[in-house]
């Protein structure tokens, strides 16, 4: 049976940053995927700059445009904000071609990449034994980066204490001429769907449009998805393929380590909780676990405090805050929206900073959210 330090359960932005990363600090690895690669991917595909400027290297190959402003719309209000940066604000990737681009680079410098092999089930000991579709493989320590199922998770035992929400997105061909007007801006549509938003991200040659609900409820995804049409102008749709899928954006309460198993990604819930964008927090999580278990010399409980204090140095208070900024945003409409008139700009730019990764929410933002109100009320 095969024998590694690590097994990363998982080829997303998390497990191939993650292995890449391994592999770097000369950690034998095994990357473990269900599927066969490249897969599809359920996602938009905007990636931030605060993702793309923490890549170990270049990612240009693999972007199919660049947008340096973002533009913010609010369902019947006569206001759209707007901001520009000189880096791209987002980069538009499609999933299959951006996690195969980090495959290939962690099997470069010498992971061993094991895809069509789904994880069935664990035995756990001082070496867990993980079940794979294509037979048994052996780690010191297993790395959960499989997305917002996680079965890892579930193997390891933990609980579901993550908020997932609904989104559906669509690759849409639509007319050259309404591609011509649509490609030109990457847009948000605040409350088109109830609770949440709308996107249209232009890609190479089509766009991906989706409606994301923040609030965990039955919804009809498809007929909002069908108005945000409509409300686009769109004339013609030569071809469209849906996908809907569940974004986590909440952490877990019950902790990101346990058994020898560490959660990174959608698998431990680190997608932001207002925009719901999840691939630099994902790549994110990765490097901090791969700095723990190398400073840890390889040791899985000390790896695993360690990882614990980083994740709470650099990657937790930000998605704390953020789950109180979403609710406050996608429940209290009137409020919001009196806010946004009167310090929107304001809002979109720091909003943008936290983007591209020059500033995080503020720890106490709440705080100064509710002591605004207060003055205009
Ligand atoms: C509709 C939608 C739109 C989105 N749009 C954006 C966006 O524009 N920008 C953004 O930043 N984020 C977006 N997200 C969120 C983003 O897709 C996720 O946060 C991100 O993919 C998380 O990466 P990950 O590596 O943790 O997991 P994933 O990318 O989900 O990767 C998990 C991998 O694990 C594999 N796997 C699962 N089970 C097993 C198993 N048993 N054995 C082996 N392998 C297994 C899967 O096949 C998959 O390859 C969107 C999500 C949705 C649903």
């Given at each position: 049976?095969?024998?590694?330090?690590?097994?990363?359960?998982g080829s997303?932005?998390?497990?191939?940053?993650?292995?890449?990363?391994l592999a770097?600090?000369?950690?034998?690895?095994?990357?473990?995927?269900k599927?066969t690669?490249?897969r599809?991917?359920?996602?938009?595909?905007?990636?931030v700059?605060?993702?793309?400027?923490n890549m170990?290297?270049?990612?240009?190959?693999?972007?199919?445009?660049?947008f340096?402003q973002?533009n913010?719309?609010?369902?019947n209000?006569?206001?759209m904000?707007?901001?520009?940066?000189?880096?791209?604000?987002?980069?538009?990737?499609?999933?299959?071609?951006?996690d195969?681009?980090?495959?290939?680079k962690?099997k470069e410098l010498g992971v061993d990449?094991?895809?069509?092999?789904?994880?069935?089930g664990?035995?756990?000991?001082?070496?867990?034994t993980l079940?794979?579709?294509?037979g048994d493989?052996?780690a010191?320590?297993?790395?959960?980066?499989?997305?917002?199922?996680?079965p890892?998770?579930?193997?390891a035992?933990?609980?579901e204490?993550?908020?997932l929400?609904?989104?559906?997105?669509?690759?849409?061909?639509?007319?050259?001429?309404?591609?011509e007007r649509l490609?030109?801006?990457?847009?948000?549509?605040?409350?088109?769907i109830?609770?949440?938003?709308?996107?249209?991200?232009p890609?190479?040659?089509?766009?991906?449009?989706?409606?994301?609900?923040?609030?965990k409820?039955r919804?009809?995804?498809?007929?909002h998805y069908r108005k945000y049409v409509?409300?686009?102008?769109i004339k013609?749709?030569?071809?469209?393929k849906?996908?809907?899928?569940?974004?986590?954006v909440?952490p877990r309460?019950?902790?990101?380590?346990?058994?020898?198993?560490?959660l990174i990604?959608?698998a431990?819930?680190?997608?932001?909780?207002?925009?719901?964008?999840?691939?630099?927090?994902?790549?994110?999580?990765?490097?901090?676990v791969?700095?723990?278990?190398?400073?840890?010399?390889?040791?899985?409980?000390?790896?695993?405090?360690?990882?614990q204090?980083?994740?709470?140095e650099?990657l937790?208070?930000?998605?704390?805050t953020?789950?109180?900024?979403?609710?406050?945003?996608?429940s209290?409409?009137?409020?919001r929206?009196?806010?946004?008139?009167?310090?929107?700009?304001?809002?979109?730019?720091?909003?943008?900073?936290v983007f591209?990764?020059?500033r995080?929410?503020p720890?106490d933002l709440?705080?100064?959210?509710?002591?605004?109100?207060k003055?205009?009320v």
């Amino acid at each position: 049976m095969s024998q590694y330090d690590v097994a990363v359960i998982g080829s997303g932005p998390a497990g191939a940053s993650a292995a890449y990363s391994l592999a770097k600090k000369g950690i034998s690895t095994v990357l473990i995927e269900k599927e066969t690669l490249p897969r599809y991917k359920t996602c938009g595909g905007g990636f931030v700059f605060r993702g793309r400027r923490n890549m170990p290297f270049d990612i240009s190959p693999v972007v199919e445009r660049e947008f340096y402003q973002i533009n913010l719309y609010f369902e019947n209000e006569e206001m759209m904000l707007t901001t520009k940066r000189d880096v791209p604000v987002i980069s538009m990737v499609m999933r299959d071609d951006f996690d195969h681009f980090i495959i290939k680079k962690a099997k470069e410098l010498g992971v061993d990449v094991k895809e069509g092999h789904k994880l069935n089930g664990i035995t756990f000991g001082e070496m867990p034994t993980l079940h794979t579709s294509q037979g048994d493989i052996q780690a010191k320590m297993i790395i959960a980066a499989d997305g917002a199922l996680s079965p890892t998770a579930k193997m390891a035992g933990w609980k579901e204490t993550r908020k997932l929400i609904p989104a559906l997105e669509y690759e849409v061909e639509v007319s050259p001429e309404d591609f011509e007007r649509l490609s030109q801006e990457v847009r948000f549509d605040v409350d088109t769907i109830p609770h949440g938003y709308a996107w249209s991200f232009p890609k190479k040659n089509h766009l991906s449009l989706g409606v994301a609900s923040a609030r965990k409820v039955r919804i009809d995804l498809k007929a909002h998805y069908r108005k945000y049409v409509e409300k686009l102008g769109i004339k013609e749709v030569i071809s469209e393929k849906a996908h809907g899928f569940q974004i986590p954006v909440a952490p877990r309460t019950d902790g990101f380590y346990r058994n020898n198993v560490f959660l990174i990604g959608d698998a431990a819930g680190f997608a932001d909780p207002v925009t719901a964008e999840g691939i630099s927090n994902a790549i994110l999580s990765g490097q901090l676990v791969v700095e723990a278990i190398a400073e840890a010399e390889l040791n899985p409980q000390k790896a695993g405090e360690l990882y614990q204090s980083k994740l709470e140095e650099d990657l937790l208070p930000e998605v704390i805050t953020g789950v109180s900024v979403s609710k406050w945003f996608y429940s209290q409409r009137m409020i919001r929206n009196f806010l946004m008139k009167k310090y929107g700009d304001y809002f979109i730019s720091a909003m943008t900073d936290v983007f591209i990764g020059d500033r995080s929410y503020p720890r106490d933002l709440m705080k100064s959210l509710k002591r605004k109100i207060k003055e205009l009320v």
